[in-house]
């Protein structure tokens, strides 16, 4: 499984922005999708999870209800829409995957599939 991130950039307090992690490779219906990021000093932390097939999704606490994660089949693209950005926002933002959709877990050691991350700055 191949991950390629985009969408990152400077944004002020309040705004929004979208991620896309284009995905290729096989079984894609047997994956669970997700996103973690990596803010500078501090340890990679869990934002969101979807399973690819069925859609089940699973938030951090401090992005749920701003945070929204979604796929697209057709377009093989897993997207994370994030608003009323804030400054604790700001970090490297990884896609990853990992082979089995029956449960998301929020610890980056069972997610064995990465994409190179993108940078999102939220300015105060």
């Known amino acids: 499984v191949q991950l390629q991130a985009s969408g990152g950039g400077l944004v002020q307090t309040g705004g929004s922005l979208r991620l896309s992690c284009v995905v290729s490779?096989?079984?894609?219906?047997?994956?669970?999708m997700g996103w973690f990021r990596q803010a500078p000093g501090k340890e990679r932390e869990f934002v969101a999870a979807?399973?690819?097939?069925?859609?089940?999704?699973r938030y951090a606490d401090s992005v749920k209800g701003r945070f929204t994660i979604s796929r697209d089949y057709i377009n093989d693209t897993m997207y994370l829409r994030m608003s009323s950005l804030k400054p604790e926002d700001t970090a490297v933002y990884y896609c990853t995957s990992r082979q089995g959709s029956t449960w998301l877990p929020i610890d980056s050691n069972d997610y064995p599939y990465w994409g190179q991350g993108t940078q999102v700055t939220v300015s105060s």
């Open positions: 979807i399973t690819w097939r069925g859609g089940s999704t």
């Open positions: 490779g096989r079984n894609l219906n047997s994956h669970g």
